[in-house]
């Protein structure tokens, strides 16, 4: 399977001195979040502590609302240390600041959005977010595929 269309990382035309943003990333009005929601509101904080005991079906009620109202939420006390998370940003930067080929030696194809890619999804003329990505499964193991993950940096493994 193809792409439909030819794909430029959007670093790529970040970085190309363009005046006006593409309209493949313009989302229609219709499909923009209320401006009172961006101003008023607050994206749902959650307590992951509640998953493991008599609050379980509250905490999920909760992440289950986040996502249908919001498409996202924050989480805390979800166990992750501080350091873990900053040198996880800190080897996330490093790729991202590798040279284009080197990127694109980990493309995602159409079939799979796992590896670098700056779209998801194939349907010719869909509108694009504004960002590049990595993406990979880490858990299950069953699905990990380490073997697509980056060779550089050497620490992203």
């Not at 996502?67 to 790729?95: D, T, Y």
Request: proline share 8%; charged share 30%.
């Amino acid at each position: 399977m193809e792409w439909p269309e030819p794909i430029q990382s959007v670093q790529y035309l970040a970085e190309s001195g363009i005046k006006c943003l593409p309209s493949r990333y313009i989302r229609p009005h219709g499909e923009k979040p209320p401006e009172h929601k961006l101003v008023e509101e607050k994206v749902p904080l959650i307590d992951l502590s509640g998953l493991y005991d008599e609050r379980r079906q509250k905490t999920m009620g909760k992440i289950s609302d986040a996502c249908r109202e919001w498409g996202s939420f924050q989480v805390i006390n979800h166990g992750v240390s501080p350091e873990l998370l900053m040198a996880g940003r800190e080897v996330s930067r490093k790729f991202f600041s590798l040279p284009l080929e080197e990127k694109q030696k980990h493309a995602n194809d159409p079939c799979s959005y796992v590896g670098y890619g700056s779209r998801i999804g194939v349907e010719k003329g869909a509108k694009l977010d504004w960002g590049d990505y990595y993406f990979h499964h880490f858990l299950p193991l069953s699905i990990r595929e380490e073997h697509r993950w980056p060779s550089k940096p050497e620490e992203y493994r």
